[in-house]
């Protein structure tokens, strides 16, 4: 564990980059993670491991699910010390995004992997218009972090490449894992 970083929340280290990428968590007694159904690589028989509806109401999840996201979250609560494995769902990399409470970033459907337990999901309808001519789905997952900053683990289908923009820069491009609203 010497490449661990210290989130906003979690304490972490990605493996394997840039392809095949998973993420190591380690979990300080008390603390909790929740991640797509599916993502769970390995975990500490420290920790504990329950499933939930992945928004709160049913008609939120079932909208979750068309939108290319999973009805249940699984969490692993640490009753101490311990750590989880998570990885996407496809041969690809990891990135942690550090939001700030109130922060909203919106996730294209299908890139959330995991998140410290005070983020919040919401499913968007992008429009079909929009979806048609982008080429991809016609949702949105907006992650906000309430009560306190938070940390979000996305995956990408490849290496992620980053771009730095000024105050009001835009950068257009096809295929973009997420942006800060």
Request: net charge negative; proline share 3%; with cysteine.
């Given at each position: 564990m ?13 493996l394997?980059?840039p392809?095949?990428?998973?993420i ?8 909790s ?5 599916g993502t769970?690589?390995f975990f500490?028989?420290q ?5 939930r509806k992945a ?16 009805f ?17 769902p ?6 942690h995004?550090p939001?700030?409470e109130r ?7 299908g890139?959330?992997?995991g998140s410290?337990t ?6 968007r309808?992008?429009?079909?218009k929009?979806?048609?001519f ?13 009560n306190?900053?938070a940390?979000?683990?996305v ?19 096809v295929?973009i894992?997420?942006?800060?609203l």
């Open positions: 010497k490449n661990m970083v210290q989130g906003k929340v979690l304490e972490f280290e990605i394997e980059k392809t095949f990428s998973y190591r968590i380690h979990l300080k007694k008390g603390q993670v929740q991640c797509e159904r769970m690589i500490d028989p920790l504990e491991i329950t499933t928004s709160k109401g049913f008609l939120k999840s079932l909208k979750r699910t068309l939108a290319g996201e999973t249940f979250l699984n969490e692993f609560y640490a009753r101490d010390n311990g750590f989880v494995g998570l990885a996407p496809f041969a690809g990399d990891i990135m995004i939001i700030e922060e909203t970033w919106k996730l294209f459907s890139v959330f992997v410290s005070n983020i919040e999901t919401e499913t309808w992008v429009g079909l929009k979806a048609f982008s080429g991809e789905s016609a949702f949105t997952l907006d992650c906000t972090a309430i306190g900053p940390d979000v683990f995956g990408a289908n490849g290496a992620f490449y980053e771009i730095q923009l000024e105050n009001n820069q835009v950068f257009n491009c295929n894992a997420s942006w800060p």
